[in-house]
């Protein structure tokens, strides 16, 4: 095997064997806990008075937010009720898309 195909062959694996062996879920113990935590799960204000009348998008989508993939009927569904419940927010068709489909 000549050696450039070599140099890289190592250089390609190599982090794909970092990949592979490195503990799933490691986290470093020195991070600070608030970078420990997926930036969506941090309330923007640690003293907010939430209205409790608010869903929580976890109770909507059946799942933390950034878990998984949501679809379009289980974002409209959530940002439906939370506009139900909140005067603050207001859920309105703006138009269609050029397939027919509504615009929000």
């Given amino acids: 095997m000549p050696a450039r195909r070599r140099r890289w062959l190592i250089g390609s694996l190599l982090p794909l064997l970092w990949i592979c062996i490195s503990p799933a879920g490691a986290v470093d113990p020195d991070l600070p806990s608030w970078l420990a935590v997926p930036a969506y799960e941090v309330p923007l204000e640690a003293d907010a008075d939430l209205d409790p009348a608010i869903p929580d998008p976890r109770a909507v989508l059946g799942s933390p937010v950034g878990s998984r993939p949501a679809s379009g009927a289980e974002i409209r569904a959530c940002v439906e ?21 509504p615009l929000y």
């Avoid at 139900?84 to 068709?93: G, K």
């Fill in 81 to 101: 009720r939370i506009a139900a419940a909140s005067n603050r927010v207001r859920f309105e068709e703006i138009g269609s898309s050029h397939e027919g489909r």
